[in-house]
């Protein structure tokens, strides 16, 4: 290959998520494939990596491999893919060591899902803003308190390392790559190829309240669909638990064992998400207020600073 094009690594290993791997490669390929169709040059290199010939994916399928080349061979993006079999790759020093020297050579890092925790591992991400999937938040606060976990966002940039959340986030984050080295035009024919939003803004929620609340045992699924569809009716404890055909009491006792959560809390959750949407959308906030049933802007204003961290003004220029 031509010696201009920029080389971009996905490291991956026994167990890795698929998607992790192949959602970013795609991208990056479709974007080689609009460039020839505009009568340019592609742009990328991309290869996966790892520390055998072939890795067996969490899916099952096998993925081959380029050894891990020289880590101080010139590279533009390196990725860390996640999975599985992230726990068994940190406890490989070689390949800690191979991650922390190649890193040193990358004008940019990046990681899928719970890829992160190589990077953390590797020492790389102290200090740092991050993020990564939902699901093991708790773990790698844990493990790494001296860095500064988000669990809310899609993807986050801090300086040349990129992190993103669980498996199709690594789509959004590589369209973002994408846009910031091809442009919007191109970026938004990427997305287009691939049907698939352009580039999710990256402080968006990894999953809708809704779906947070569902449980295992789906007791109060359809109330939650019910208060969804009817946000500006009564929906005070004594309502909901009519709806359910229990007592207050009860009602508020069996809600909070079964989601983790009170009624009025989960209300406001759903609420927030309705408005987070319409607000993506372009309704102003004074329509969104009303429709989501706040009373007022001023209460709404208050929930978006308790559960997004800023105000439904802000929140409408910045998305």
Avoid at 74 to 81: F, G, K, P, Q, W
Avoid at 239 to 257: C, E, G, I, T
Avoid at 258 to 280: D, F, K, N, Q, W
Wanted: aromatic share 6%.
């Amino acid at each position: 290959m031509p010696n201009d094009l920029r080389r971009i690594e996905i490291l991956a290993f026994d167990d890795a998520q698929l998607l992790d791997i192949t959602g970013p490669l795609q991208v990056f390929a479709s974007a080689n494939e609009e460039l020839k169709a505009a009568g340019r040059a592609p742009l990328y290199e991309i290869q996966a990596v790892a520390e055998a010939t072939s890795v067996r994916t969490s899916a099952g399928l096998i993925v081959e491999t380029e050894p891990l080349p020289a880590p101080t061979s010139e590279l533009d993006t390196l990725v860390i893919a996640g999975g599985y079999g992230i726990s068994a790759a940190w406890k490989h020093a070689p390949l800690l060591d191979w991650i922390r020297l190649r890193a040193a050579s990358a004008r940019r890092v990046t990681s899928v899902c719970s890829g992160a925790f190589l990077l953390a591992e590797a020492g790389l991400l102290i200090g740092k803003r991050v993020t990564t999937h939902w699901g093991r938040v708790a773990e790698f606060s844990k493990r790494f308190p001296d860095v500064r976990l988000d669990p809310n966002p899609i993807f986050i940039r801090d300086g040349n390392i990129w992190t993103s959340a669980g498996v199709t986030a690594g789509i959004d984050l590589a369209l973002a790559l994408v846009e910031a080295d091809l442009g919007h035009a191109l970026a938004l024919a990427v997305a287009r190829e691939l049907v698939v939003f352009l580039k999710r803004p990256g402080d968006q929620a990894q999953f809708s309240s809704v779906l947070a609340l569902q449980s295992s045992n789906s007791q109060f699924d359809h109330l939650h669909g019910w208060i969804s569809a009817n946000l500006r009716t009564d929906l005070s404890i004594p309502a909901l638990a009519d709806r359910v055909n229990m007592s207050p009491r009860s009602f508020s006792r069996h809600y909070a064992q079964s989601t983790g959560r009170t009624p009025a809390r989960a209300v406001e959750l759903i609420r927030v998400e309705t408005a987070r949407r319409m607000l993506e959308e372009g309704s102003t906030v004074n329509r969104v207020a009303r429709h989501c049933g706040f009373g007022s802007e001023e209460t709404m204003r208050r929930s978006f600073l308790r559960i997004v961290g800023i105000g439904p003004q802000a929140y409408a220029e910045r998305f």
